[in-house]
């Protein structure tokens, strides 16, 4: 097994390169800048724009943008005799004095992703990845808050919708995991912060913590409060989705001899369906990790936004809106690593569920 | 009453008064922020507007304001308004300001504010190596020197009626504490950790915290001479508007929106109107100092060039086939009910305009009438203009005729229309142009493009027309960069619809560099210029929008102004 995954994480290279050229060539297509978001204003010259513009490096063609992005810049201009100054460059693809205004450009100070550089935020100039980093917690919280509480419900609801099949409780399952999968949860956010928020004041609409003077925001387990709203329409649509997998796997592997055999032994239905049915009922649930954890990657987004969590899916929405590239890139990286990390972790799952199959 | 019964009566009188007055003291003042962050505090580099609210809370500045008037003031409070001129002197050539510092404010270290430290500010400005959008000043002013601690000497190189504010553009940074971290070199204050976390400042509350995403808090200066009783302020981010209000509904957050921004939705103004009327929190409103206009290219869009070489020769840019002709403009101008576009896309949440500016701003002319509604005078215009319906098919667009000035014979009466999507009024306001103009006869293709591709398509020219709209535009209403040559510059100028009047420079340049800068006279001014403005009809003045803020009852001795939201912080306490 462990030469497939070694395998599979060397197929990753190439795919994780194309999807990295593939966005920051998406990013680069999009009209405007982040220099109009911010300084669109008739009092602002068009001067103090290209000022500004050249700043952040926005006005290099694409390929100095990918490659300073990817690899750095120090090494395509540098000051090689410390004064602070560039002094060499690799003219053919970064002049010296790439303006020829007779004044050298700056020396490149970006060391790239590939050496861990992932650069600083065009609009909060901090490093990419403090930002992301700053708002992991808050996405992690409520990724795991919503995958327990959607294994804890989805699965027991899929199982007992397959044993009770057409009668009342399979019924009133598959309708709700329809109306469930349906609502948009952005939607279902309002309606729960509306009703247990703003009427009957039972829960904080929306944040992370409560507001303090000194910014001290205690362990999840004092804030709780503040997770329920958000993880309970997040896992809405996955209790859904797991009820419906689930459900349809332990009818099929109801109707697999060896249960007919474990109840013409003797063992009680419960046993049976608990113990028996529903393990390898979840070999599909396996396969179906890979994806959630990227649906809840992007799923955060939208509950994120609304519910003022300040998490990775929030700063995704807003940098993306602002064109803060950087920000952007650096969660496409996180995205596209955990998305690849996600589907090899199904496949080994896959494997520990059910031991017929072996990873070749 | 006995002596006991007097000592128990005055002894709970006391205890009443000594509470009542712990009403009045602490207490935290909490807004609501749809914006993003306020990254960078650092006066002279903060762009958005909760940014710029929390800067007039810690920094000083070269003066304040008067709220009512909006004009600069000496002396005065020392209030939101960290205004360090007593008084100020401008030499007979109008080159020369001398401005005279108070010398009782003091940075929270106990240095003194002085005037090195505007002086320094400034240098740091003017020496380009920064990333701040507040160039403006650097147009007219020669130098900025610190005589002394408490004299300030600007020298300008051109006189300008706009320095005064422009001088006035960015808070105060603290020259001792900000210079050691420098190592010399100005590009260094971009990256500054004060910019996140500016410890040293000298306004009503010192900086509290940032946890990003979340939260932003100010918490009371006591050293501060004048200090306020409000124990904090924190701002919450939250990004989406409808949690937002209902945060201040349900008693979470004191306001809606934050120092510098009002933020009431126009859909949901009325609904506040009503409940501020049964006494469930209070409201502010007033009009906005920003307007939705449309804008017409003038000029010929297939072949964008600028106005003017560099020697200021004027050059030729050719002619929009339909609004090149005014009489073109100011046909769709009196085509369209404004009443329609007003109540069905700004909710009647907003005034018609008549010319460039709002009434918010003292450069508008209010007397000029706006255009009226009357189709049939705009099709008696677009006849007399060339453009008739040749089939008796209102249905049908208009086709020019051989008296079109600069549409080709036969040509039919159809435009693009282009605004931003995703702006809910402006999309309204798009659908009613289309469909009455359509009912005259002419063709509009509506689109709506996002925000960075429609600014593109405006900045490089390449348009018909385009609704669009300008907020927190300036006090002086001084528009050069937007109707004079100077500005037309494809790419990155704001004249981008190519309007050149002689007239109209000549009074733009005149109302820039009057002698005394009097107001009432430059006043005068502007208005000439309005006036043309609204004949002529570069842009399709259309609405300026009400702004409302709403603060909860708890908020006690609020008197906000169109210009500021708190600009009593010493007078308001917040009760529990």
């Known amino acids: ?360 | 009453m006995n002596k006991f019964s007097r000592v128990l009566l005055l002894a709970l009188v006391a205890l009443l008064v000594i509470g009542g007055a712990s009403a009045q003291e602490g207490g935290i003042l909490i807004g609501t922020n749809f914006g993003g962050d306020p990254t960078n505090m650092n006066p002279l580099i903060s762009n958005n507007t909760v940014e710029l609210g929390l800067n007039e809370f810690l920094f000083p500045s070269l003066f304040n304001i008067d709220p009512v008037t909006r004009a600069p003031m000496m002396g005065g409070r020392n209030d939101q308004d960290n205004g360090l001129a007593l008084d100020w002197t401008i030499s007979d050539d109008g080159f020369t300001y001398t401005f005279n510092l108070r010398d009782d404010i003091t940075w929270n270290d106990g240095a003194p504010v002085t005037a090195h430290d505007y002086q320094f500010t400034f240098d740091a400005l003017a020496s380009g190596k920064t990333s701040s959008p507040r160039t403006d000043v650097l147009q007219s002013v020669e130098s900025v020197e610190a005589v002394d601690n408490r004299t300030v000497v600007v020298k300008l190189k051109v006189n300008s009626c706009r320095v005064i504010e422009e001088l006035d553009d960015f808070g105060i940074l603290p020259k001792h504490h900000i210079e050691p971290m420098l190592d010399g070199d100005f590009t260094n204050i971009d990256t500054l950790e004060y910019n996140k976390n500016p410890d040293i400042t000298a306004g009503v509350f010192n900086f509290g915290a940032l946890i990003a995403d979340q939260q932003t808090s100010l918490v009371r200066n006591s050293n501060h001479w004048m200090s306020v009783s409000p124990e904090g302020y924190i701002i919450r981010n939250v990004p989406d508007q409808i949690v937002g209000i209902e945060q201040f509904l349900a008693g979470e957050a004191n306001s809606v929106g934050t120092a510098g921004s009002a933020s009431v939705p126009l859909p949901r103004m009325q609904e506040f109107r009503d409940l501020a009327e049964d006494g469930q929190f209070q409201i502010y409103e007033y009009v906005d100092d920003g307007l939705t206009f449309v804008g017409f290219n003038l000029a010929d869009r297939s072949n964008p060039v600028n106005g003017q070489d560099e020697d200021g020769n004027s050059i030729d840019q050719g002619k929009h086939p339909l609004f090149g002709d005014v009489r073109v403009r100011q046909a769709i101008a009196q085509a369209v009910n404004y009443d329609d576009i007003i109540a069905g896309a700004a909710e009647g949440e907003a005034v018609q305009v008549n010319s460039f500016g709002t009434p918010a701003l003292w450069g508008y002319d209010a007397s000029i009438e706006p255009w009226p509604y009357d189709p049939d005078a705009a099709l008696a215009l677009l006849a007399e203009a060339g453009f008739v319906d040749h089939d008796d098919d209102p249905s049908t667009p208009l086709v020019a005729t051989e008296d079109a000035l600069y549409a080709e014979p036969g040509s039919e009466f159809a435009f693009e229309l282009l605004t931003n999507s995703g702006n809910v009024v402006r999309e309204a306001a798009g659908t009613i142009i289309q469909d009455q103009l359509g009912q005259i006869g002419i063709a509009v293709d509506f689109q709506t493009q996002e925000f960075g591709a429609l600014v593109q398509f405006l900045l490089g020219q390449d348009f018909d027309a385009i609704m669009i709209g300008f907020t927190n535009l300036d006090q002086d209403t001084d528009a050069r960069n937007v109707f004079t040559p100077v500005g037309d510059l494809v790419g990155g100028g704001f004249n981008f619809v190519s309007y050149s009047n002689d007239r109209v420079t000549e009074l733009y340049d005149q109302a820039l560099s009057l002698p005394g800068c009097d107001r009432t006279e430059r006043q005068a001014l502007y208005h000439e210029i309005s006036n043309i403005l609204h004949q002529e009809l570069p842009w399709w003045w259309l609405f300026a929008p009400f702004s409302m803020y709403a603060e909860a009852n708890s908020v006690q001795n609020w008197m906000p102004y169109a210009e500021t939201r708190y600009a009593n912080m010493a007078d308001i306490a917040i009760s529990p």
């Not at chain 1, 990295?20 to 978001?37: D, H, K, N, Q």
């Not at chain 1, 919503?146 to 399979?170: C, E, H, K, N, Q």
């Not at chain 1, 997770?227 to 349809?248: D, K």
Request: hydrophobic share 50%.
């Open chain 1, 1 to 360: 097994m462990i030469k497939y995954i070694l395998r599979r994480i060397i197929q990753s290279i190439p795919i994780f390169f194309g999807i990295t050229l593939l966005s920051y060539l998406l990013l680069w297509l999009a009209p405007g800048s982040v220099i109009e978001r911010l300084y669109f204003a008739p009092n602002i010259k068009a001067e103090t724009r290209a000022k500004l513009a050249a700043q952040l490096g926005i006005d290099d063609p694409f390929h100095i943008q990918y490659l300073r992005w990817l690899a750095g810049d120090d090494w395509l201009r540098w000051d090689s005799d410390g004064d602070g100054v560039a002094d060499r460059a690799l003219e053919w693809l970064a002049p010296l004095d790439e303006d020829g205004d007779g004044i050298p450009e700056p020396p490149g100070k970006n060391y790239g992703i590939l050496r861990g550089d992932f650069g600083n935020s065009f609009i909060k100039k901090q490093p990419v990845m403090d930002i992301i980093l700053a708002n992991l917690p808050a996405t992690l919280e409520l990724g795991i808050a919503t995958l327990l509480t959607s294994l804890a419900i989805g699965i027991p609801v899929g199982v007992l919708s397959a044993v009770t099949r057409g009668r009342l409780f399979d019924n009133l399952g598959r309708v709700m995991a329809v109306i469930f999968d349906a609502i948009p949860n952005f939607w279902l956010l309002y309606i729960l912060i509306w009703v247990f928020g703003s009427e009957l004041k039972l829960i904080p609409i929306g944040g992370r913590c409560t507001p303090n003077l000194y910014g001290v925001c205690p362990s999840l387990f004092q804030r709780l409060e503040y997770l329920l709203a958000p993880t309970i329409v997040f896992a809405a649509g996955f209790v859904a989705l797991f009820s419906r997998y689930v459900r349809t796997s332990t009818l099929e592997v109801l109707g697999e001899d060896y249960i007919r055999t474990a109840l013409a032994k003797g063992l009680s239905p419960r046993a049976v369906n608990f113990r028996h049915a529903m393990r390898n009922a979840m070999i599909p649930v396996a396969t179906l990790l890979g994806p959630i954890i990227t649906n809840i990657w992007s799923g955060a987004i939208i509950i994120e936004t609304v519910s003022a969590l300040p998490g990775v899916g929030r700063i995704a929405y807003t940098s993306a809106i602002q064109q803060d590239h950087p920000v952007v890139m650096g969660i496409v990286i996180m995205a596209s690593v955990g998305t690849i990390l996600g589907f090899l972790l199904s496949d080994i799952l896959y494997v520990l569920i059910d031991p017929r199959i072996r990873l070749e």
